[in-house]
Each structure stands twice: as structure tokens, then as C-alpha cells.
């Protein structure tokens, strides 16, 4: 998050209690983050920490936390909320911690009291400092923003109180300018409805929560209507699924406050009964967001929130709007006709609902200049504007002919076969795509997981034994266009960029679309077009090998062997067969770490270490102690060994 650069001095005493995230994101926006010295058990920390001064070093205390257990369902949380709110002996949901409160010594403390569902109040602030003893004259300061424009007027308020106000005017603006720029983008849509698509947003689904406060205005803002399904109301109003099928909505957001993007998309999920008789639902207009980061805090990140509004709704007709957010976007369309094929399978990729890959090449064909999404009915510009334009615009669009040169983060933006890091040099033995000329050139099937990661370490070894000798090799990784997320393995394809920075291999990502008849096959070949193209080779069939860390399921080789065979590239399996005593003690010798990421046994859950322990546990369950049967998949944390021991140099 950035922040703004000091303009003038403040008091150098000033302590911070942000007893709010939005506010907590508003003082770091406003580069206050040396002064922050307690936040809640919600706040970005890290952030904090990222913006901090390097001399600064003073703890930051985290002053509350959850009254409610992680695990509850939605209707066990709407429970504990309305009984919160009816009986006054009932314990807050997010009680101030007391000896953490008094031990960071705030000289002003921020919160605010428009929800006491959302955090402490003031009166509770107040009966803290009493119990605590500590100094009365704190400053107390709660903020109440009820629509868009008041949350924007509280970047100028909290820059008041805390001695800054013309941070807070120019925050304002900066803010404004890119929210206007959006206002212009969705404005210049061609929008096939004749009408404005109408949206709900949900803030709850069992029992359902419409979006109150700023909600509204985010959905207007960005030229649609808002689906009224219960009474007028500032708040967000419980309504019911009778009234939403009734009104029948074009678009159905779910951002249930408080849960990320993983648990929305698992909630609605859940509901697909529900959601299915609407329109929404048949069209796959149905989309799960960030509801804690981007809807139910009213500060800065309420930029990335319209923009995930404007994508929901317009799809690749605004791929600019990616550009104006925070941070990077977060939303997934959720299948809810066919929940069993929701996330696309590295072999059988996906459940093919429309294709726009015939569209395209009809469109272009008829040098037509764009031409009407199946699923959206809003227009996506062709290749051919992408090439009369002449270059690269860096918005991450569909049909780009420039391989997204221009495109900044593409990890979370590019929408076809794209590098997201090409090496660096000096990193013999495995050179960077800049040196790759003259050396033999593999391409290694990167999951992130420990099978692919010791594929790495076996390719590693055979340089070792054959004296100095030195190869290109490349990451490539499949991943799901929407939720950015990697088959089986749920992990986004950021943390895989991660792991190919810190071993220094070039990597090259492979969105995967479900609106597309395109084979899985068909969505690999480019990306090896690519590769050629970049490692200074005439054509894919130059690629030395095609590498994959599968152990042992005959079938999945034979697909492989059959299919994969047409590139007429030679298929490699370093770790075919390989004992698993013996690839256990390489992965201890790297002495990285293997996380169980995702799961389909009740016996293995995600956070767990691999380790002996699993493995053994496993192996009296019956299962595969490597998990090679899909019993769990795994996250290989290259960050927690040097470079030189993970890669066995």
C-alpha cells in the first residue's frame, strides 16, 4: 500500500491505536505507520511493517481479538452476532486485549461507531482505560462514514487528529482522480442490456444480507442499479431468497463481510441450491469476491472493490480498471450449475460452457474490430485493435498480441501464456532466458508442490555429474484465469512466482479459461511457442525436454506420453519410480519446507508439515505417503533454504 511522503513535521510523541482496519489502512496511506503502535488481530501488519521507517523498531501490539471461532458456519456466526446484540452479558466479538492496550501507551486511539459487530467501541475504549488506569485525557476518536463520499471525506478527518491535514486533502484527491478514471472507463462501455445491469451484493448468505452504507454507491458508481430486493435502508438489511428471486438480479455479488476471497468462494459454493433457480446463477453472472478487504472496510481498498464491481459486470471490456486498485484484484466467477468441475483439472482442464475462442477468430476473420462475450454480452476488442495500436498497452487483455510485454504485476493480470520472471544472471547452473542461447533448454511442469520442486533438484544433480555443465530451464505453471489459483494444489500463482524468484528459474504462466473450447493441449502450446521464442530457439520441437515430477500412476504418464507426444518434444520423468525413502532424504537434504496446502482426506489437514509423522500417519490410513493418489497436495517453501541447499549446488 503506498503511502504519502511527509510535507511537514508532526509530534514525534504521537502513539496510534487503530482499533479499526479501514482506519489502519488509512494511516498507513497517509505514512503514519511509524506511529502506529497497536492495531487489531484484522489489521494488515505486514503492511505496517513494509512502510515503516528501517531505524523504527518498536513493537506493534495487537490490542484485540476474535470472540468467535474461525470454523463457524455463516448461520452459527449470525446467531452469535444477533445474540451479541440482544443480550448485554454476552462476550464482545472482538473484545479489546487489556495488558496488550495498555502496554502500547496510545496517545490516540481510533475506532469508530457505526456496527458494534465490526470492532470496540468507544464507551468500551473508555471503560479499558479506566479498568488499565491509565492516563484519561487519551484522545478518542470515532469516524461513522455512512456512503462512498463520507468514507472519502475520512482520509481528511484522520489526517486531522493526527496532525497531518494536508496528507488527508491530498489523499483525497489522488483517491478521487483514479475513482473518476473508472467512472469514465465503465461510462464508455457498449452495454448489450439497453438497460443498467442490475447487481446484488451479498454481505451474508444464510440467512442473506443485502449491502448497506457505501455498497450502494460502489454499484452506481460504476454505471448499474442496484437490485433492491428488501426495503430502502442506510444499512445492510437481512432480506430473503423469495425476494431475491423475485427481483432476479443480472449479477449476484458475494462478499460476506469479513471472509476473503477462499471463504466466499466456499460459501457460495455451498449455497449453489439456493442460487441456482436465478438468472444470475444459469448465465454464471454469480462472482465471489474479498468481502473483508475490498467491500466491509470503508477505506482505501474500496478503490479495489469498485474495480471488482466494474470487472464482475463488464469483463474484459474494462481491463484498464485493473490498474487503478490497491492492490491486485480479487474475485472468481463461481460455476454454480456444475459445482463438481468449478476449479479446472490439469488434465481435464474444464467444464466447457461457451467458447469465445471461435468467436475471436471468427471476429477477426471478418476484420471485425471486437465482438460480444458469450457469458457477458459485453464487446472484448480483437487482436486486431491490439495490432493497429501497434504495442502492448500493459491492461492485461485478452487477446494480446505482444505476449503482455507492457503488462506491470502479471502474475495476477495476464490472461495468456506470459513470462512472470525471466532470471537473472550468474546463476549457473541453470541459466537465465537472456544466456539461454547455445544451451539445451527443458521446460519442467511447476506445480510449486514438493514432487515438482525435487524434479528441479534431480535435473540439479545430472549437471553436477556431467562437470560444469549448464541448461535454460523454465517453470511452467497452469492456473486458473479467475481465481489465479493453481489446480489442486490451491495455491495462487503469486507464492509460485516466489519460489521461482528465490531459485532464480525463469517461469512462465499458463492461464487457463473455462469460456473456451481450447484443449488443454491447445492452452500448453503457445506457451511453448513462447519459451522457443525467448531461449533464442527456431520452434518448440528445439526444446530439449519436457520435464514432470510424477512418481508412479501409470495412467497419468500414458495420458501424458500419448497427448503431449504432438509437440514432438521428448518427455522426461527424473523421478519415475524413484524410492520414497530416498526422495524423502532429498527433500530433507534441501532443507526447504513442505506445507499440506490442500486435502481430499479428513486424516490430513492443510498447515501440516510433511514430515515422518505424516507420512507415517498417513500410511495406517491407507493412503499414498506421498500423496501421489490426490490424499493432499503440498506447498515446497523454498524461502526457508538458501538458493544454493534448495537447488543441491
Not at 555429474?465 to 500463482?493: K, M, P, W, Y
Request: aromatic fraction near 6%.
Amino acid at each position: 500500500m503506498a503511502s504519502l511522503a511527509a510535507s511537514k513535521a508532526m509530534p514525534s510523541g504521537m502513539r496510534i491505536c487503530s482499533l479499526l482496519p479501514s482506519v489502519t489502512d488509512i494511516c498507513i496511506a497517509l505514512g503514519l505507520s511509524d506511529h502506529i503502535v497497536a492495531i487489531t488481530h484484522e489489521c494488515d501488519l505486514e503492511a505496517i511493517q513494509n512502510n515503516r521507517s528501517s531505524s523504527n523498531t518498536n513493537h506493534i501490539f495487537i490490542a484485540t481479538k476474535s470472540g468467535l471461532h474461525e470454523n463457524l458456519s455463516q448461520k452459527q456466526i449470525d446467531d452469535a452476532v444477533k445474540t451479541s446484540q440482544t443480550d448485554i452479558s454476552s462476550l464482545s466479538l472482538y473484545p479489546i486485549v487489556e495488558y496488550a492496550f495498555h502496554a502500547s501507551k496510545p496517545t490516540i486511539v481510533l475506532t469508530q461507531t457505526l456496527c458494534q459487530v465490526c470492532a470496540p467501541s468507544p464507551k468500551e475504549v473508555i471503560s479499558v482505560i479506566s479498568a488499565c488506569s491509565m492516563d484519561p485525557s487519551i484522545e478518542i476518536h470515532a469516524f461513522s462514514p455512512n456512503t462512498l463520499m463520507e468514507v472519502v471525506d475520512t482520509f481528511i478527518e484522520v489526517a486531522r487528529v493526527c496532525r497531518v491535514p494536508e496528507r488527508g486533502h491530498a489523499m483525497k484527491k489522488h483517491f478521487m482522480d483514479r475513482l473518476n478514471a473508472i467512472k469514465d472507463t465503465c461510462a464508455n462501455v457498449h452495454n448489450p442490456l439497453g438497460r443498467k445491469p442490475t447487481v446484488l451484493l451479498l454481505e451474508w448468505i444464510d440467512p442473506p444480507y443485502d449491502g448497506g452504507h457505501w455498497i450502494p454507491d460502489m454499484i452506481e458508481w460504476v454505471g448499474c442499479e442496484v437490485a433492491l430486493v428488501g426495503q430502502v435502508s442506510i444499512k445492510s438489511t437481512e432480506i430473503t431468497w423469495k425476494g431475491i428471486y423475485e427481483n432476479d438480479p443480472d449479477v449476484i455479488l458475494v462478499a460476506c463481510c469479513g471472509f476473503d476471497l477462499k471463504r466466499n468462494v466456499k460459501d457460495a459454493l455451498s449455497a449453489a441450491e439456493k442460487f441456482k433457480p436465478l438468472r444470475a446463477g444459469k448465465e454464471n453472472m454469480i462472482f465471489a469476491c474479498n468481502g473483508d478487504l475490498n467491500f466491509a472496510r470503508p477505506g482505501p481498498a474500496l478503490m479495489d472493490g469498485i474495480a471488482v464491481v466494474a470487472k464482475c459486470v463488464y469483463g474484459d471490456s474494462v481491463g484498464e480498471v485493473e490498474g487503478f486498485g490497491e492492490r491486485p484484484l480479487q474475485w472468481e466467477r463461481v460455476y454454480i450449475q456444475d459445482q463438481d468441475n468449478n476449479l479446472c483439472d490439469e488434465i481435464d482442464i474444464e467444464d466447457i460452457h461457451i467458447d469465445y475462442s471461435v468467436l475471436h477468430q471468427k471476429a477477426c476473420e471478418a476484420g471485425e474490430m471486437s465482438y460480444a462475450d458469450p457469458e457477458t454480452q459485453y464487446h472484448v476488442f480483437t487482436e486486431l485493435v491490439h495490432k493497429k495500436r501497434g504495442r502492448c498497452c500493459g491492461s492485461g487483455c485478452r487477446h494480446c498480441p505482444y505476449d503482455h510485454q507492457n503488462v506491470k504485476d502479471k502474475a495476477n493480470r495476464i490472461k495468456q501464456p506470459a513470462f512472470l520472471f525471466e532470471g537473472n544472471k550468474n546463476s549457473h547452473p541453470l541459466v537465465c532466458l537472456e544466456d539461454a542461447r547455445g544451451k539445451d533448454v527443458k521446460v519442467l511442469f511447476f506445480s510449486g508442490g514438493k514432487d515438482s520442486f525435487l524434479a528441479i533438484r534431480a535435473i540439479v544433480k545430472h549437471l553436477r555429474d556431467d562437470h560444469n555443465g549448464e541448461l535454460c530451464l523454465v517453470l511452467l505453471t497452469t492456473f486458473d484465469v479467475g481465481s489465479r489459483i493453481i489446480a489442486h494444489q490451491e495455491i495462487s500463482i503469486q507464492e509460485v512466482l516466489r519460489q521461482a524468484e528465490h531459485l532464480n528459474i525463469p517461469l512462465i504462466g499458463v492461464p487457463l479459461h473455462r469460456g473456451t473450447s481450447k484443449s488443454y493441449i491447445e492452452s500448453i502450446s503457445p506457451a511453448l511457442d513462447l519459451v522457443a521464442k525467448r531461449a533464442h530457439l527456431s520452434n518448440k520441437t528445439q526444446i530439449k525436454s519436457i520435464v514432470f515430477g510424477d512418481l508412479h500412476l501409470e495412467h497419468i504418464r500414458g495420458w501424458r506420453d500419448k497427448e503431449l507426444a504432438k509437440f514432438g518434444v521428448a518427455l522426461e520423468y527424473p523421478l519415475w519410480k524413484v524410492p520414497y525413502n530416498e526422495l524423502y532424504e532429498d527433500l530433507q537434504r534441501s532443507n526447504i519446507e513442505a506445507t499440506v496446502s490442500a486435502v481430499t482426506e479428513s486424516y490430513v489437514e492443510v498447515g501440516t508439515i510433511f514430515d515422518m509423522e505424516l507420512m507415517q500417519r498417513v500410511e495406517e490410513e491407507g493412503g499414498d505417503t506421498f500423496g501421489e493418489n490426490g490424499e493432499f497436495h503440498t506447498f515446497a517453501n523454498v524461502m526457508k533454504s538458501t538458493r544454493k541447499q534448495a537447488l543441491g549446488l
